[in-house]
Every structure is written in structure tokens, then in C-alpha cells.
């Protein structure tokens, strides 16, 4: 019997289709890494901000380090960045108070096995079981009798009201510490966060503002009115905080899923840049800078500043405004001049122009505890309720020493961003 099977010519073509197939398959697969589509011209393109933050292109402004005539300056470029559409508020400021006071509760008094994950980290600690702590946070104003006495040396009493000891209310971070050209290093610092709430009568101790004292950072009806009483040391840590929270809860199902980024403040020129709110960085006139000086009528009500000696509240208000008052700016930004001046990244030099870069610039220097206050400014920018006009212009430079809180100094943060092709990178035909 012959079990020889017989030739079939269908078969050989069958192979050899399959054979081509593979191997188109395969050239198309290698072949596809390197095609890259087209640059498309966007029309006005932006990236889609984290919640509370708008888009900023990049751009380029005249940077001083004074406003003296003789001053030239220098053009410097900003990359692209997300920055704050308000000065952070009290309310977002008290939540990174009752985070603080919540990690502190959990790790270092009540210690209870309900409020951590069962996993350990690499260094054998548990991390905190944020889900199950935020159904009942804040801790530290719990009415279970057995929490509250276990919490007591985080609390204090004034008169009748429980507050939080601002002594146990410390949050650690680690960033990499800049002392000019010196060698570089990463260290980990301990900042007490709680804002000092009578600084309003620390500033002004023969204003009869006690009532603002108690009422300025606590109470709901400020919750929208930006947070002071705040040092730059410890607007850096919230900051911190921050870009933490945005990366483990909201970007980890964005568009922004997968990279690294982290918030910090703004550097003077970040924060000018944004000011002056020049949608077309092409337009160099002066026009586009925000400025105050000789406003008349109706167009002085716009900002909330000093308008005069003694006229603080013809803007609307004596003290503060809620965040979002009066009209945002062509980047959808609000107050950037007024109601209070703001923290910047930027150590103070009055000759800042001859250290820093033309892209990107910032002037970073982060002194120790030793060290004299002239080494410890930090610029200040915008003006405030209680400075005259001629401190709203967006080159107005001051500064205050990074351990000091006023009443009059907020903040707000940044965080980077990426390019958004534009008309200028299409491909030109000629």
C-alpha cells in the first residue's frame, strides 16, 4: 500500500502567500516606528489644564531687574506651563492643614491598624489608608470621646474653641536645596504649616482688626478669599503637597497619565509672563503691559489696591476680595495685580538680570538658619489691597524674607507643561 500522499500545487501557493504575508506584515511592523505624522497647524491649541489651572503658551517678555529707566533689561523665553487661575484660597489652604493634621494623628498618636494599608513600603513603613482616613477627616475634630482624648496634645483650647496646636503641624518634604554655584544636594525639611492668624494685627497693631484675626482663615465665609499669613517656606511646602495630591488622584486618568511632573511656585518671570497676559508673544507694545498708572473713572474699580492716602475701599473693599472678583485676564488668569501680592521661586538680587538665563531664568538660593536675611529675600510681585498703583505694574520687583508672613502676601502655583505645535512649526512649500 502506498502511503505516499500526492503532490498538491495549491498547497506550495498557499505556503508562499502565507510566507509574503508574514513578511509584509513584518516590514509594515518595523517599518511603522519610523513614520511620524505631519505637524499640524492647531488653531490656538492648548492643553487641557489640571482642575483649578489654565493653560499658558510660551512666550517672551522684557525682563528688568528694576523699574529704572536706564534698565534695559533683556528678552527672556518662557516654555510652556499651567499657573493658577486664582491665588490659592483659604479653603484649599485649610485642606492641606487637616492633611497634615490627619497623617500626624494616624502615624504618630492614634496608631490604629483601621487607617493603614497592609502593604509596606521598601523602608518597612505601612503608608496611611488615605480612602478610609477621608471618610471620617478631619480626625482632629472628631466627637468620638476615645479619638479626641488620644489627639489632645494636638490640640489647643482658645476660650471655648478647639484649634490645632501649630507646633505639632509640621509636613516633610525633600527638594534639592541651591546655594548659588555650590555643590548641589537633596535634603529633607520639617515646616510648620499652620499660617499665623492674628497677623492681620501684627501688620496694622492700630487698626482694630481683631476680628479678622479669628474669623480671617477659619471661618466659611472667607473660604474663597485668598490665604494669608503665610510664609514662602511655607507656600513651597503646599505646593509640594499639591503636586503630589494632583499626581496620584487626577492626572493618573488624564492625558497627562504617566509623566512626572510636580508644582512649585512661579518664578518672577513665570509670573510676569502671566500677568501681562499677551496671547501673541509677537506683540511687544507697551500697551500689553499690565499696569495702573493713570487709569481714570470706572477703569481704577477694576484692581484692589490703595488708590490714594487713606482710600482703600473705593475698589469695593478695604481688605481682601473673593479670588475670582472682578475680570480675568487674556490667559484666563485672575487678579495678577492687587488684592495681595504673591510668593515667587526667585531668591531677590537687584542685579538678577546679570545671573540668569535668557530661557527660562530663575534665580534659585535657598539659605540656611544661620544665615543673614539679606540671603533669605524672596520676590514679591503683583501688589496688594494696601500698596498704591505704582506696585501693580508687572516689572515692579520687591521681596520679603522667606520666613516672614504678612497680611498682605499670598501665593499661587505653577506646574510644566508641554508645547502645542503651532501655525510657525507646519511645514512651509515652496
Known sequence: MNNMKKYDPTLKFGLVFLAVLMCMQACKSSSSIYKAPKVSAFRAGELPAPPGMVYVPSGTILFKSSLDSADTGKNVSLSAFFIDETEVTNKQYREFINWVADSIAVTDYLKDDQYFLNTADP????????????????????????????????????????????????????????????????????????????????????????????????????????????????????????????????????????????????????????????????????????????LEGKEKLAVNFKQGEGTYSRDGATFTLPVKSYTPNAFGIYNMAGNVSEWTLDAFSPSAMVFVNDLNPVLLYDANEEDADALKRKVVRGGSWKDNGEQLNSETRNYSVDYEPHSYIGFRCVMSAFEMPTVQSKTRKY
Open 123 to 294: 523602608e518597612g513603613e505601612r503608608p496611611i489608608n488615605w480612602k478610609k482616613v477621608k471618610k471620617v477627616s478631619p480626625l482632629w475634630k472628631s466627637n468620638d470621646p476615645s479619638i479626641r482624648e488620644q489627639l489632645a496634645p494636638m490640640i489647643l483650647m482658645k476660650g471655648s474653641k478647639r484649634t490645632l496646636n501649630p507646633e505639632v503641624l509640621n509636613y516633610q518634604f525633600t527638594y534639592q536645596k541651591t546655594r548659588g554655584n555650590t555643590k548641589k544636594e537633596y535634603v529633607t525639611d520639617a515646616v510648620l504649616v499652620m499660617p499665623v492668624e492674628d497677623i492681620w494685627s501684627n501688620d496694622f497693631p492700630n487698626a482694630q482688626l481683631a476680628s479678622l484675626d479669628v474669623n480671617y482663615f477659619s471661618h466659611e465665609s472667607f473660604d474663597y478669599y485668598p490665604v494669608v499669613g503665610v510664609t514662602w517656606r511655607q507656600a513651597r511646602a503646599f505646593t509640594d503637597w499639591r503636586g503630589k495630591e494632583i499626581m496620584a488622584t487626577l492626572i493618573k486618568n488624564s492625558y497627562l497619565s504617566g509623566f512626572q511632573l510636580a508644582l512649585s511656585l512661579p518664578t518672577e518671570a513665570q509670573w510676569q509672563y502671566a500677568a501681562e497676559g499677551k496671547l501673541d508673544p509677537r506683540d511687544t507694545t507697551a500697551s500689553t503691559r499690565m499696569t495702573i498708572d493713570g
